[in-house]
Every structure is written in C-alpha cells, then in structure tokens.
C-alpha cells in the first residue's frame, strides 16, 4: 500500500517569513496529492491540492510543487501570519482506484512566532 | 463543499461500555470514511462506510469492535464497542462526492475513556 513520509514533524519560523512542508510517497500510482490544515478542536480543512498531471499550484500565500519523478511534493506558505499556526497534514491517493483512500502524512506542527 | 455535521462532539465513557457517532452531510455523497486521530498522530483510516452493503475495514479494524451503518446517501454511524482507554481518540467522519476529488471532513468527536 501507500506511504507517505511527511517532515518536519514541527516547524517554528517568524511572522512574515516562509514555511515549507515536505512529502514523500512510495506507490507511483497516486496521482492526486491535497494538503489539510487542522486547527485545534476542529477537523481537518482542505487548503489545497495538486494532481499529477501539473508541477505547480498557486492559491494566494499558499503554493504546491509535485516532483512525480522523485515522488514528493511540497507546501509553501509565504508571509507568514499568525493564522498560519496549525497542524498541516500531506495526503496522496489514487484517483479512480477502488476505494479513493487517502494515505496521510504523519503531520507538521506549524508555529508562527508575532 | 459539503457541510458534515457529527454528533456528539466529545464524550467521555466508562470503559466497557459503547458509543456510537453521527455523521450527518447535507448532499448525497457517494463515499463516506471513517477515520480515528490519536492524540498528536495522524489521522488513519477505520473504514469505508458502503451504503446498502457492509463497510470495508482496513487492516487492523474489525467489524465486532467498530460496526458501522450507511443506511442511505447523507448519513452514516460508527460504533467504538465495548471501550478501553485506548480507544481514547478523535473520531472523523470523511466524504468524498461523485467525480469530485476533494474528501471533507467533520468537526470530529472527541472520544474520553476512563
């Protein structure tokens, strides 16, 4: 089955600087990669995602990058805010296979310091 | 999106004993997850709530600990049975709908017991 390899498990950057969450999968048959945000006491938000037919998707701040050759993706979030500070899950799945499952990253706690 | 309203929100149980949540969407949708976060994990994946069929559990999830409904297209319960403290966890209700890609989630139910 898939796995997916998410770091770091916490990262702490400076109110206005940048963010950058990394992910590996193993099946080269995902094909569509989301990001959640979860804050604390809610579920999961889906803030962006990508499939394997493009390299790069931008939404405002946010931004993620698909390398399907080296099976990894990223998520960018450029100046950083307060509201930024939560955990932030990468998933990948396999779009038309039986099922759909998401396999999740193992999570990265943001800290945005004011 | 779609709007998923689970029931209750949190709960705190005696062991032994067994709870079952609610997971309400406002469209019909035509996948529906269950999910369990431990404290500070990821999120993994119970099972695929089928309707009009049973679930589909993943490896390490049987039928006689979570036994899960799906009696049409909007609604769907899972029961956590006979309780332990390990089962102390936040339980997520997920759907995926049709030809879309995107999977929301619920609010979560966050799952006490002592």
């Known amino acids: 089955g898939e796995n997916v390899e998410q770091h770091p498990s916490t990262l702490s950057v400076q109110e206005g600087d940048s963010a950058v969450i990394k992910c590996t999968y193993s099946?080269?048959?995902?094909?569509?990669f989301p990001w959640y945000k979860q804050e604390l006491g809610k579920g999961p938000q889906l803030i962006i995602d990508i499939r394997s037919n493009v390299g790069e998707k931008k939404d405002q701040r946010i931004a993620v990058t698909l390398n399907k050759t080296a099976k990894h993706f990223s998520l960018h979030i450029t100046e950083t805010q307060p509201e930024d500070s939560a955990v932030y899950f990468c998933a990948a799945s396999e779009l038309a296979a039986a099922g759909n499952k998401l396999t999740f990253g193992g999570g990265t706690r943001v800290l945005v310091k004011p | 999106s779609a709007v998923i309203s689970q029931k209750p929100s949190r709960d705190i149980c005696q062991r032994g004993t067994s709870l079952t949540i609610q997971c309400q969407v406002d469209?019909?949708?035509?996948?529906m997850f269950w999910y369990r976060q431990q404290p500070g994990q990821s999120l993994t994946l119970i099972a695929t709530a089928n309707q009009g069929s049973e679930a589909t559990y993943e490896s390490g999830f049987v039928i006689d600990k979570f036994p899960i409904s799906r009696p049409n297209l909007t609604f769907s319960t899972l029961t956590v049975s006979n309780m332990s403290p390990e089962d102390s966890s936040i339980y997520l209700c997920?759907?995926?709908?049709?030809?879309?890609?995107?999977?929301?989630f619920g609010q979560g139910t966050r799952l006490t017991v002592v």
């Open positions: 099946d080269s048959a995902s094909n569509y």
């Open positions: 469209s019909q949708v035509t996948m």
């Open positions: 997920s759907v995926r709908g049709g030809a879309r890609t995107e999977a929301f």
